[in-house]
C-alpha cells in the first residue's frame, strides 16, 4: 500500500471539492484548479471533509500513479489556501530586474533587454533589483514560470553570476593557474 497514497486529505474551510467523472475540480470561490484521474486505475471519493484516493488493482501502473494523484490534488488544496512561492536571486555587476505593469524586464549582461510576461495566475514581483519572486496558486506553473526565468542566465560556474535559486548553493570552480 502507497504511504502517501493511502493519507485521507482534509479539505479546509472556504475550500469546495467537485469529483466529475476523470476530473477533480478544487476552488476556493476566486480561482480553481483541476486535476485528471485515470478513472480506469485510480477512484477519487469525497467523505464528509476528507478526500480519499483509492486505486482498483496491484498492478504497477496503478501503485504508481495512487501516490501521484493524491499529491497533485493535495497540492491543488494547498495552493488554493496557502499559495506556492519560489524566491530568484541575481548576482553580476549590472544584472538587475524590473517591473512594468505585468511585465518583468530583466537586463542580464546581453545586448537587449529580457521581456517576460505574467503567466495566467502568477505574480511576478521584484522586491528589489537583484531579487524576484514567482508565486500562484499551481505548483508546477510556479516552478516552470521561476525556471524559465532562470534559463535566460544560468549561473556561470567560474565567478556565479547569473539568476539562481534564494536556497542554491553554487559550487565555484577554480580558474585557471599561471603558466609553469
Known amino acids: 500500500m502507497s504511504r502517501i497514497g493511502s493519507k485521507p486529505i482534509t479539505i479546509p474551510s472556504g475550500i469546495t471539492v467537485k469529483i466529475e467523472n476523470s476530473t477533480v475540480t478544487v476552488s476556493n470561490g476566486k480561482e480553481s484548479l483541476s486535476t485528471n484521474v485515470p478513472s480506469e486505475v485510480i477512484s477519487v471519493v469525497q467523505e464528509d471533509q476528507e478526500i480519499i484516493v483509492k486505486r482498483s488493482d496491484d498492478t504497477k501502473e496503478s501503485r504508481s500513479l495512487h501516490g501521484?494523484?493524491?499529491?497533485?490534488?493535495?497540492?491543488?488544496?494547498?495552493?488554493?489556501?496557502?499559495?506556492?512561492?519560489?524566491?530568484?536571486?541575481i548576482n553580476g555587476v549590472g544584472y538587475k530586474a524590473a517591473k512594468q505593469g505585468s511585465t518583468l524586464v530583466l537586463n542580464l549582461g546581453y545586448s537587449h533587454q529580457i521581456e517576460v510576461e505574467e503567466p495566467k495566475g502568477i505574480t511576478i514581483d521584484v522586491p528589489?533589483?537583484?531579487r524576484i519572486t514567482v508565486s500562484g496558486a499551481d505548483k508546477q506553473l510556479v516552478g516552470?514560470?521561476?525556471?524559465?526565468?532562470r534559463g535566460?542566465?544560468?549561473p556561470?560556474?567560474?565567478k556565479g553570476k547569473g539568476i539562481k535559486y534564494d536556497y542554491e548553493q553554487l559550487h565555484l570552480k577554480e580558474g585557471k593557474t599561471g603558466a609553469k
Open 68 to 89: 501521484l494523484i493524491r499529491s497533485l490534488i493535495n497540492n491543488n488544496i494547498i495552493g488554493l489556501t496557502e499559495g506556492f512561492k519560489k524566491n530568484l536571486e
Open 128 to 130: 528589489a533589483p537583484n
Open 144 to 149: 516552470e514560470t521561476a525556471a524559465v526565468i
Open 152 to 154: 535566460y542566465r544560468t
Open 156 to 158: 556561470d560556474p567560474y
